[in-house]
C-alpha cells in the first residue's frame, strides 16, 4: 500500500526483496564464473534505468547491457565507477568520443564502425572496449564470415588500441524448441568463428551468447556470460519456456517474483443510474443502478486502450472491472462491490495487493501484447520509487 499522497497520477513501485529473489534464481542456473550482464534497454523494460542500476547494483550485479548511448549515458550517471557499461546497439559517429573515454564497451557488428572507433581510439590514447558480434543465423547485426577479411588488417593496424573484451551473437529464438535446429546451427558456426580469432591470437576475455531463454534452454551454451533480461525483472521470456523448467519440478509455483507494481488512487466516487451510459460513446450501459470510481491513470500513462471494457484494477484487495472506453488521462472502474469507496484509496493497476495480484501477462493477454512490450511501454515520466 500507499502510505503517502501520490505526487503523479499514478507510481510505479519496484521490490528489493522481489529483485533480489530472482537475481538468486538466476544465480542458481548460471554456472559458477559465468558473469551476468543485466539488461537494462527500453529503460531497464520500463522499470526505469537510474532506480533500476543502483539497487541491482546493491544485489550484486557489476555489468549492465543497453542498447543505445543514450541508455549509457543515463546508466553511466548513476552507476558505481567499477561497474562495467556495454552498448549493443546504437551509437551515432559524434557520441564514439564519449563512449571511449568512459571505458564504455560496445559491440562490432559492421567494420565501418570499427576502423572509425579504432582510430579514435588510437588519437584519444585509449583501448577500445570491443565486443565483435559474429552473425550466426539471426540475420541481423553481426559480421559475416567474409566481413572478417575486412576486420583482419584493422585489428593488426591498430593493435594497441583496443582490448577484445568479447565475442558473441545473439541466438533467435531460443523461448521456443521449434529454432532448436536453428540455434544448434548458430552454436556450429560461432565455435568456428571464434577458431578464427584464436587462429590469429586474437583471444577474447569472453564469449557470450544467451538471452534468459537460452540460458535455461540451454545451459551448455553459456559460455563466460548470458544477458539476462526479462527474467531479472520477473517474467519469463515465453510460456514455454515456464512450461519447459516447471514440467521438471515437483513445485509448481512459478519461483520469479514480480519487480514491478503500478499503482494509482481514487479520484473521485460516483452513482450512475441503470440505463446511462458510462464515457465515451455507448460501449458501456448501465444495466443496473453502479457505483463507479474514476482513476487518474490513461492511454496518456500507458494504460491500453485495448483494455476499454476489458482490463482488471484491484481496490481493496478486489478485482474490479473496467468499464467504457479508457481516455486519455482516466480510466473508470465499477466499484458497485465494494462498500464506501473514498477518494484516495489505492487502486492497483499491475502488481499485489491484500493477496489478490494483476499481472503484465494477465495485462498482456487482455490487450494481446507481449509482456516485453506493455513493461516497455511504461512511460519514463511516472514517478518510480523502491519498496522492500
Ligand atoms: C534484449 C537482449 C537480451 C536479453 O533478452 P531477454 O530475453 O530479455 O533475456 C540479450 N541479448 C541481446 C543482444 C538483446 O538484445
Redesign the pocket.
Known sequence: MTDSPLHTPSEIELSISAMQHNLHFIKKFVKKNVKI?S?I??NA?GHGIEIYVPAAEQCGIDHF?V?SVDEAIRSAKVKRQETELMI??WIPENEMPWVLQNNVQF?IFETGRLSYSLEMAKQLGVKAQIHI?METGMNRTGLSHADLEEVWPLLEKYRDSFSLVGV?T?LAGA?SIANHVRIQRQIKRFRVMVNLFRARSYEPDMLHV????A?IAYPAFQFDMV???????GYW?SRETFIHYISRRKNKKDPLHHIISWRSCVMAVKQVKQGEFVSYGTTYLATEDKTIAIIPTGYAHGYSRSLSNSGRVLIRGQRLSVIGMINMNMLIADISSLEDVKVGEVVTLIGDQEGASISVSSFTELSDQLN?ELLTRLPTGINRRLTT
Open positions: 550482464s539488461v534497454k527500453g523494460y547491457a542498447f549493443m546497439g559491440w558480434e558473441c545473439h523461448e544467451s538471452s534468459s531463454a540460458t544477458r539476462i533480461g526479462i527474467l531479472q525483472y521470456p516485453y
